[in-house]
């Protein structure tokens, strides 16, 4: 309610990725037609959002899983306070970015963004 839609620049995306505005598009569209197709198919859908985390969807349970080094730049510095990070791990909100995707799902298989 409220919020106004705004189309994604393309332009801008293949100015940032470094590929032709053409080709930005095309990578979007089809990135999108394929995770509706999973979502509707009821297929395990991972993102990983580079130095950021990893959003997984299974059916209707979603979790964004955040890097440690991502959430220490959000905090300002380094989350050194032991009962902070034992926290962030009991609510299951920190991965390391060298765990498997596949080992956050609940069956063992998934399908990665992006490829």
Do not use: N
């Not at 080709?23 to 999973?38: M, N, P």
């Not at 969807?57 to 050194?80: C, H, P, T, W």
């Not at 902070?84 to 596949?102: F, G, H, I």
Request: with cysteine; glycine share 8%.
């Amino acid at each position: 309610g409220g919020k106004q839609l705004e189309p994604l620049k393309y332009a801008r995306v293949a100015v940032e990725a470094a590929v032709s505005r053409r080709k930005a598009e095309c990578c979007v569209l089809g990135t999108t037609s394929l995770l509706y197709h999973c979502l509707e198919k009821g297929a395990s859908v991972a993102f990983v959002l580079r130095d950021v985390g990893v959003l997984l969807i299974e059916g209707s349970r979603v979790k964004m899983r955040f890097y440690l080094d991502f959430l220490e730049k959000v905090a300002g510095g380094s989350i050194q306070d032991s009962a902070t990070l034992k926290a962030l791990q009991q609510l299951d909100m920190v991965v390391s970015q060298e765990v498997p995707v596949a080992s956050l799902s609940i069956t063992g298989r998934v399908i990665i963004f992006p490829k």
